[in-house]
């Protein structure tokens, strides 16, 4: 069941928080094993016990007595945080997140964490704390990341909606690689925690994944809110109200390789266009687009108030020399990377940024939505690091096989990824459906008029042997 057919019977008592506990925890047993999606979980009894607690008050919000893991780099009070590293392995939160404290209040269960790469980098799920997750549709290949753990576990059914966030595309390839959806919200509607810098670093957001759009809509919505402590809220429609109202008809702009400049794996361009082409059917005009700015402009820019982010959040654990050996290599060359900058460097970054910024803005007068791949790759062997090249393009760093994301994650624009179908070699792919700033709710009517044509994570669920 997805996550509001789940509140719906649990509200009218057709099942109990208990059962529910009791047939995700037997899925989770069935399943986990083999993909590796769900870590720290707590104890069955336990949990059985606050759900018997959930059917026996009144109901908190929509989400009372649904089964959530969390993603481990989020806090979730008495659970571990590893953020997948070895340094904080076993670490106890003291307190909930903001996003975690209003699922808690919308009655979410937590039962344990969903994995994530060490310290969120890389779109590619493993660390030496909790191991890899393998991908539902061949446990052989990547479920992506950095939410991976949580995209797996949703298109394994051991869960029915889940959190992830988003720095490079990961609430976007690990969705566009399981089959499912997920959002990556306007930058300022799902606020961050209020420590340390609130002005400068914007390029990472929480955001949510499920395996429907309505059900995307809810978890937003509850996600969703300003954080007076922070200093840039942005404040957006709410979504479920609207999910199924009538949509005009959409402008659609393909941006396909940016004119060159991205390479794509065989099949990624096909499969990609014909989805395109049934969205033409769907009451939308579908419109080429050629590069509208330098990419090198874009990817300088993006590399660069990266590390700049990557260090500010760092550098206490690179200064301490017992913690700097257990930081793996990408942590390493982020961080060295933003110490060795200088201001006007960050600064001419943030103006390109800035510059890309009125571009896009400027493209939306000429098009509603833009339309882009996931991922400019099929998910690869596990045991992989990263992909160290594309169509024999060679990738000069462990996260350039993922630009196709860069162009929206820059400058905090929303973006939902839509299931669009499978290669010949059975693994899933995306789409990247990206809007102006607050279309967030417009973004989910589009993408659900597209799930009621396709549905494709029920039309195609991951078999388990």
């Known amino acids: 069941m997805d996550a509001l057919a789940q509140s719906a019977a649990l509200e009218r008592g057709g099942i109990s928080a208990a059962e529910l506990m009791q047939a ?20 069955g009894d336990e949990l059985l016990a606050e759900a018997r607690a959930a059917d026996a008050t009144p109901r908190k919000g929509w989400l009372h007595g649904i089964p959530m893991a969390i993603k481990d780099l989020a806090n979730v009070k008495g659970l571990p945080t590893s953020m997948g590293s070895p340094l904080f392995a076993g670490q106890i939160a003291e307190n909930d997140d903001v996003m975690v404290a209003r699922l808690r209040a919308a009655g979410a269960l937590f039962i344990g964490k969903t994995n994530t790469p060490e310290f ?30 949580a995209a797996a576990a949703l298109a394994a059914r051991m869960v029915s909606v889940a959190d992830g966030s988003d720095m490079m595309g990961s609430l976007r390839n690990p969705a566009g690689w399981n089959n499912v959806y997920g959002m990556r919200p306007t930058w300022g509607s799902v606020p ?10 914007h390029l990472s957001t929480a955001g949510p994944m ?74 939308t005009q579908i419109i080429e687009i050629k590069a509208p700015f330098d990419m090198g402009a874009i990817w300088d820019s993006w590399i660069t108030l990266r590390s700049f982010a990557i260090a500010g959040g760092h550098a206490a654990t690179y200064a301490n020399p017992d913690q700097r050996p257990h930081l793996k290599p990408a942590a390493l060359w982020e961080i060295e990377r933003g110490l060795a900058m200088s201001a006007m460097e960050v600064h001419r970054a943030s103006v390109t940024r800035s510059e890309w910024f009125r571009t896009v803005m400027a493209l939306f007068q000429q098009v509603d939505v833009l339309v882009m791949p996931s991922a400019q790759c099929w998910p690869f062997d596990v045991e992989k690091v990263h992909p160290t090249e594309i169509a024999g393009a060679q990738m000069d760093t462990y996260h350039r096989w993922m630009q196709v994301v860069i162009p929206a994650g820059l400058i905090g624009l929303p973006v939902v990824n839509v299931p669009i179908g499978f290669g010949t070699a059975g693994l899933p792919a995306g789409l990247q459906l990206i809007g102006p700033p607050g279309s967030d709710a417009r973004l989910l009517q589009l993408a659900q008029k597209w799930h009621q044509e396709t549905d494709w994570p029920n039309a195609r669920p991951p078999q388990f042997g």
């Open 120 to 149: 969120g980098l890389g779109s590619h799920t493993f660390n030496p704390v909790h191991g890899a997750t393998r991908n539902p549709y061949d446990p052989g290949q990547s479920a992506g990341g950095s939410s991976g753990g």
């Open 210 to 283: 499920a395996r429907n759009p309505r059900d995307l809509a809810a978890l937003l919505d509850t996600m969703t809110g300003p954080e007076p402590r922070l200093p840039h809220n942005f404040i957006t429609d709410p979504a479920l109200a609207r999910i199924d109202t009538p949509l005009p008809p959409q402008r659609l702009g393909w941006l396909g390789d940016w004119s060159g400049a991205l390479p794509y794996e065989d099949e990624i361009a096909e499969i990609s266009t014909a989805a395109l082409a049934q969205m033409g059917g769907l009451d």
């Open 24 to 43: 995700t925890l037997a899925r989770i047993d069935a399943v986990n094993g083999a993909v590796n999606a769900v870590v720290s979980l707590r104890d």
């Open 192 to 201: 961050s925690e209020p420590d340390g810098d609130g002005f400068i670093h």
